[in-house]
């Protein structure tokens, strides 16, 4: 089982940045596939980005060019940097780990872009 804990979310202006911040318990990390979701109100939880074991990444075409995700296994860490916000990327942002079957959640983060 595999803790997710986010931080670094919060209002920023349209055109701003943020970077979302997802720290891991266990001594498997460096196996998991790591990815940021995320759920507007109202709306599905989509997928923003992924970041396999072997650093291979994925994004929605939504946040391409935009968002870029990282991992750091020597600190358990998976972090998105986003830039050139938009009032539609505000939405709870959750940390996603899965290795072996097994899906972990963290709790989310809430990003907030005013127009």
């Known amino acids: 089982q595999v803790q997710l804990v986010e931080s670094g979310g919060g209002l920023v202006q349209a055109g701003g940045s943020l970077r979302l911040s997802c720290v891991a318990s266990?001594?498997?990390?460096?196996?998991?596939?790591m990815a940021w979701y995320r759920q507007a109100p109202g709306k599905q939880r989509e997928l923003v980005a992924r970041?396999?074991?072997?650093?291979?990444?994925d994004y929605a075409d939504s946040v391409k060019d935009r968002f870029t995700i990282s991992r750091d296994n020597a600190k358990k860490t998976v972090e998105l940097e986003m830039n050139s916000l938009k009032p539609e990327d505000t939405a709870v942002y959750l940390c996603?780990?899965?290795?072996?079957?097994?899906?972990?959640w963290g709790k989310g983060t809430l990003v907030t872009v005013s127009s």
């Open positions: 996603y780990a899965y290795a072996y079957g097994v899906t972990n």
């Open positions: 266990g001594s498997t990390f460096s196996v998991h596939t």
């Open positions: 970041i396999s074991s072997a650093y291979r990444t």
